[in-house]
């Protein structure tokens, strides 16, 4: 079986869903041949589509963007469905990963990715919402626990093509801490930039 798996995150290095996809990779049997697909721009290359017409499943990893997927995403599916079009029969798997804590903020962002396969006449086979994006690319493990056992039985359903229902979880880390991170980093981050804390509260 081939697998092709999409880091769809605009990041070139070190976004949350590549390591997501690092992740899951260990949940598939050695059997398995694994392509690593990048969709950090608007356009897919020639080899790119080549390759992907070439797979038996797509695992699309992406991030949540105003409660969507990215618009450079959007539009490389865009491209595929005029490549694809009831061509082929490839299972999809979707992981959207969020800032905010809870995984079910990503549930219109699954259904983006499922209505694009039904349009497209690829099997849509199940996805998973991850709460607590921001955070993970810091983390070790154990907070990650609870998403590498959803990943175990995705990657279970994935080796034998299965659809499964939409899952939706978050880190094993306290919802009042991450906040608490979130908060420093924005702070740190801006700081980096030139700005001040103050300056969020600016009447432009
Ligand atoms: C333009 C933009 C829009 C975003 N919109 C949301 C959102 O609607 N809800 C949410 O929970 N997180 C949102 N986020 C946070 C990202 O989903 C989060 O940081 C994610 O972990 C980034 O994943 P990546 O490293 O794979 O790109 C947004 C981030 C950006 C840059």
Known sequence: ???????????????????????????????????????????????QLEQLKSVDVFVISCPLYVDGIPGHLLSCLGQLEETFKNQLQINVYGIVNCGFYEGQQARYALNILENWCIKTGLIWSGGIGIG??????????????????AFQEMGNNIMQKQIQKNQYVSIAFPRFLYKVAAQFGWRQLMKSNGGKPKDLNKQW
């Open 1 to 47: 079986m081939r697998i092709a798996f999409i880091d769809g995150s605009p990041k070139i290095k070190q976004s949350t869903s590549g390591i997501l996809l690092e992740d899951i990779k260990s949940s598939i049997s050695q059997q398995a041949e694994c392509i690593d697909i990048t969709m950090h721009k608007q356009k897919l290359s020639d080899i």
């Open 132 to 149: 607590g994006g921001g955070g993970i690319s810091q983390m070790p493990n154990g907070p990650r626990v609870p998403i590498n056992k």
